[in-house]
């Protein structure tokens, strides 16, 4: 899953299953038998793994956002220390 879709692959994966188990609740409450609802069972089981999938993925979009700002943070420090050693050295002794 590519990272970027992940906040909106779970969101609309929430809203499926807020259907299913409204579904569930639905069917338990008019005594439904368990094969009866052995469907939505598969496939609130299948939401829960697609939004497993869809949180790692924002995970991983998170950790390169933390590594691209770390090497930002790694240039702009270097610079800056060579900007010091230059403004330093036209001091003079």
């Known amino acids: 899953m590519d990272p970027s879709l992940g906040f909106t692959a779970a969101r609309d994966t929430v809203k499926r299953l807020d259907s299913l188990l409204r579904r569930i609740k639905t069917g ?3 005594d439904e038998s368990a094969e009866a609802l052995v469907g939505t069972f598969r ?7 697609f939004l497993r ?12 956002g933390r590594a691209s700002e770390a090497a930002a943070r790694r240039v702009a ?11 330093l050295c036209a001091l003079g002794p």
């Open 28 to 30: 338990i409450a008019n």
């Open 43 to 49: 496939d609130t089981q299948l939401q829960l793994l």
């Open 53 to 64: 999938r869809a949180h790692r993925a924002m995970v991983k979009a998170t950790d390169a």
């Open 77 to 87: 420090d270097v610079d800056h220390a060579h900007l010091d050693w230059h403004a």
